[in-house]
């Protein structure tokens, strides 16, 4: 999906970033998508750039996200 220019600070804006952040995390724990469909499902066509922006706000990349131990809390 594409948006003209003038309307890209209010689509990439941190709140929006964080939002689609945390559903890509939603469908890495939840879903055997690959890590282009989630960016895709989550509005980022560049998978490199989603790539970018998923280390930038999680810490890790996608990849590194879904393979990383998951604890049971109570």
């Known amino acids: 999906f594409h ?3 003038h309307l890209r600070p209010y689509f ?3 709140y929006v970033i964080g ?3 945390d559903e890509a995390c939603s469908l890495l724990e939840k879903t055997d998508l690959t890590v282009v469909a989630v960016a895709v499902e989550v509005g980022y066509a560049d998978c490199g750039y ?3 922006l998923f ?3 999680i810490g890790c990349t996608p990849l590194e996200y879904r ?3 998951k604890y049971i809390t109570d």
Do not use: G, V
Request: hydrophobic residues 15%.
């Open 3 to 5: 948006y003209p220019d």
């Open 12 to 14: 990439d804006s941190e």
């Open 19 to 21: 939002l689609r952040m």
């Open 50 to 52: 989603f790539n970018k």
């Open 55 to 57: 280390k930038k706000h």
């Open 67 to 69: 393979k990383r131990p």
